[in-house]
C-alpha cells in the first residue's frame, strides 16, 4: 500500500501548547490517585525511591525522543521511528500499543470522573457522568487543533498551580510554619528515610515501577505532535528539556511531601493522598476543592489521551496499515473519524463502570502502563540503531541502552504483583494478534 501523502496537518502548535500537551498528558491519574497505591505497596521511602527511578528513565527516553522527533518531525512518530530503524512489523505493533495505552487510558479516566461526581450526587450513575466527560472531550477534539490546544493549556494550567499550591504548603509543614496533625518535625523525616519500612520488602520498589511509568506516560506526546508543529527543529528541544525538568521537579517535590506527611496509605485506589493531605493541614472543603481538580485533571489526561490515539490511527492509515477511510481529514484539518474510533476507551469506561470500576482501575492503569513501556522500549532501539547509521545525533548510545534495561525491569516486575499481573494475560495475546495480522495482511504485499 502507498502512503497517502494528499492529507496534512495544520503546523498551528506553539511552544507553550507542546509543553502544556505533554503535562496535560502526564498530570493525570498516575499521580493524583496512582500515587496511592504506589506508597501503599513501596512504602514512604521505596515510592520516592521508585520516583526517582522512573524520573531517570523518562530523561534517558525523552533524550532519544527529541532526537528522532527533530530528524523525522511527523505526527504519529513513534511507529514510523520503528518503522524505519528496527522493523515494519515492530512499527506496527507499537502504533497500536500506543492507542491501546490511550484508549485504555480514556477507559480509566472516564470511570474515574464518573465515581468521583457520584461523592457529590450518589443517587447519579457513575455510567451517567463517564458519558458526558466522554461528549464533553469529543467535542474539545473535533473542532480544530488550536482549539484543542488551547483548552488543554488551561485545563493543565489549573493542575500545575494545584501542585505548585501542594508543593509550597508542604515545604511550609515540613518546616514548621503551618500545622499538620501527626507530624513531629525532624522526627518523622528521620523515621520515614532513615530508618526506612517496605511494607511488602525492597522488591515492591521495582514491583510498582509499571505504575509510575504510566505516571510519566504522556512527556511522549511531544513527538506525537511534531508533525502539528511551527518549527520544529527548534520547538522541540526546548520543550523537551523544559518539560522534563518541571516534571521531574513536580513529580519528585510532591512525593517527597506525600511520603512524609503520610506514613502509610490504606486509601482505595479512587482515593487521593492529596485530599489526605490537604485536610490534615486544614483547608477548608479540601475534599471538595481536590475532587474538582482530580476532575479536571482526569478530563485533562482524556483530553491528551484522545489526542494522541487518534493520531496515532490516523498515521496508520496514513501509512497504508489502516484503512484509508480513518485518514481522512476535514476541511478543519482534523481527523473525526480516526477520532471517533479511538473513543472505544469511552466504551471501555461505561462497561467498567458497571462491573466493579474501582477493582477494574489498577488492571486499566496496569494495562496502559505495559503498553507505553514497550513503546519506550521501541524508542530506545529505533534512537540505538538511528546512531549507529548517523553518528551526528548529539546522544550517547548508552543513553538508549540503560533506558531499555529500565523499562525491561519493570515489565518483569509486573508479574510478581497480582494487582498489575493481568496486564500481560491482555497485553501479550495483542501483540500475538497484531503480528500475526500485519504478516497475513501486509508483509506478503510488500507494505514494509
Excluded at 226 to 250: H, M, S
Excluded at 305 to 317: D, I, P, T
Excluded at 318 to 344: D, Q, V
Excluded at 387 to 398: I, M
Amino acid at each position: 500500500m502507498k502512503k497517502l501523502e494528499q492529507v496534512t496537518f495544520k503546523r498551528s502548535m506553539k511552544q507553550r501548547h507542546l509543553m502544556l500537551l505533554s503535562f496535560g498528558g502526564v498530570i493525570g491519574t498516575g499521580l493524583f490517585l496512582s500515587s496511592g497505591y504506589t506508597l501503599q505497596q513501596a512504602g514512604p521511602f521505596g515510592t520516592v525511591l521508585s520516583y526517582v527511578m522512573g524520573s531517570l528513565l523518562v530523561y534517558l527516553v525523552m533524550l532519544c525522543l527529541g532526537q528522532l522527533a527533530i530528524k523525522h518531525p511527523e505526527t504519529g512518530g513513534f511507529h514510523i521511528y520503528a518503522k524505519e530503524y528496527i522493523h515494519p512489523a515492530v512499527g506496527y505493533i507499537v502504533a497500536w500499543f500506543y492507542w491501546l495505552t490511550w484508549t485504555v487510558a480514556l477507559g480509566s479516566e472516564f470511570t474515574a470522573v464518573g465515581l468521583l461526581m457520584q461523592k457529590w450526587f450518589p443517587n447519579i450513575p457513575v455510567y451517567v457522568f463517564a458519558t458526558l466527560a466522554i461528549i464533553l472531550i469529543l467535542i474539545f477534539n473535533i473542532i480544530s487543533t488550536r482549539f484543542y490546544a488551547e483548552v488543554e493549556f488551561y485545563f493543565s494550567l489549573v493542575k500545575v498551580l494545584t501542585i505548585f499550591i501542594f508543593i509550597i504548603l508542604g515545604i511550609l509543614v515540613i518546616v514548621g510554619l503551618a500545622h499538620y496533625d501527626g507530624y513531629h518535625g525532624i522526627e518523622t523525616i528521620t523515621n520515614r528515610y532513615m530508618n526506612p519500612t517496605f511494607p511488602h520488602g525492597l522488591s515492591s520498589v521495582f514491583l510498582t515501577m509499571l505504575a509510575v511509568n504510566y505516571a510519566f506516560s504522556g512527556t511522549e506526546l511531544i513527538g506525537i505532535a511534531a508533525g502539528e508543529t511551527k518549527n520544529p527543529e527548534q520547538v522541540i528541544p526546548k520543550a523537551i528539556k523544559a518539560t522534563l525538568w518541571r516534571l521531574i521537579i513536580f513529580f519528585i517535590g510532591t512525593m517527597v511531601i506525600i511520603s512524609i506527611l503520610i506514613p502509610s496509605y490504606q486509601g482505595k485506589s479512587l482515593e487521593s493522598p492529596f485530599v489526605v493531605i490537604f485536610q490534615k493541614i486544614g483547608i477548608p472543603y479540601a475534599g471538595d476543592i481536590m475532587n474538582l481538580v482530580i476532575i479536571t485533571a482526569l478530563l485533562s489526561a482524556a483530553n491528551s489521551g484522545l489526542y494522541a490515539a487518534s493520531r496515532m490511527v490516523w498515521s496508520l492509515s496514513n501509512e497504508g496499515l489502516f484503512p484509508a477511510w480513518f485518514g481522512h481529514l476535514n476541511k478543519f484539518k482534523m481527523p473525526i473519524r480516526a477520532t471517533l474510533f479511538s473513543m472505544l476507551g469511552g466504551l471501555l469506561a461505561l462497561i467498567s463502570s458497571v462491573y466493579a470500576a474501582d477493582s477494574l482501575y489498577v488492571v486499566l492503569v496496569s494495562i496502559a502502563g505495559l503498553a507505553v513501556v514497550i513503546v519506550w522500549m521501541s524508542i530506545c532501539v529505533s534512537y540505538f540503531n538511528a546512531k549507529r547509521r548517523d553518528k551526528s545525533l548529539k546522544v550517547s548510545q548508552w543513553i538508549p541502552v540503560t533506558g531499555f534495561c529500565l523499562c525491561f525491569v519493570s515489565c518483569i516486575g509486573m508479574i510478581f504483583d497480582s494487582n498489575q499481573a493481568p496486564a500481560l494475560y491482555f497485553g501479550i495475546p495483542f501483540a500475538i494478534i497484531a503480528l500475526i495480522y500485519y504478516f497475513i495482511k501486509f508483509n506478503k504485499k510488500g507494505a514494509v
